[in-house]
């Protein structure tokens, strides 16, 4: 029986709606009978006062953070056999997002996020090897009816 790579990781993030409006959560179902199921999660927020060209309204603002570390090795160090993969040496990823959305009415919504990645990839000899470190900065804009 052949192995198949499995790699492990973590995430954890959270925001903070500046305007003091709220998320919705909505809790996942599982109906057995019927084999159906939603997904748990937040709704999309809506401002309490959408943007306006006159001035007197801006719309929602949220920041947002998040951080993941994924260990990408695998059997390190072990060799290919007729049964069994070689290990993979691919190192450790680590990023951290840090964003704004402006919410500019219920429909509209602006993303602006500098993900800051660090991958830690080399042998036990040259552990910094095949490091790299950069950011990613990315401005969406995102419409959903």
């Known amino acids: 029986m052949i192995d198949h790579p499995t790699f492990t990781g973590w995430t954890v993030g959270g ?3 500046l305007t003091g409006e709220t998320k919705v959560y909505t ?3 599982y109906i057995a009978s ?3 199921e939603t997904q748990a999660g937040f709704q999309s927020l809506v401002p309490s006062r959408p943007f306006s060209l006159d001035g ?3 719309g929602a603002w949220e920041v947002t ?3 993941s ?3 990408l090795g695998w059997h390190q160090g072990q060799l290919a056999s007729t049964t069994q993969l070689a290990g993979i040496n691919g190192g450790r990823q680590r990023i951290m997002v840090l964003g704004i959305n402006w919410y ?3 429909n509209v919504r602006m993303i602006l996020d500098d993900n800051i990645v660090q991958i830690s990839k080399g042998t036990a000899a040259l552990p910094d090897r095949d490091s790299q470190d950069f950011n990613v900065v990315g401005l969406r804009v995102q419409y959903a009816n």
């Open 34 to 36: 019927a084999l159906a």
């Open 65 to 67: 953070a998040r951080y």
């Open 104 to 106: 500019l009415n219920r």
């Open 69 to 71: 570390d994924t260990d």
């Open 27 to 29: 809790p996942g179902t």
């Open 56 to 58: 007197d309204s801006w």
């Open 15 to 17: 925001t903070w709606v």
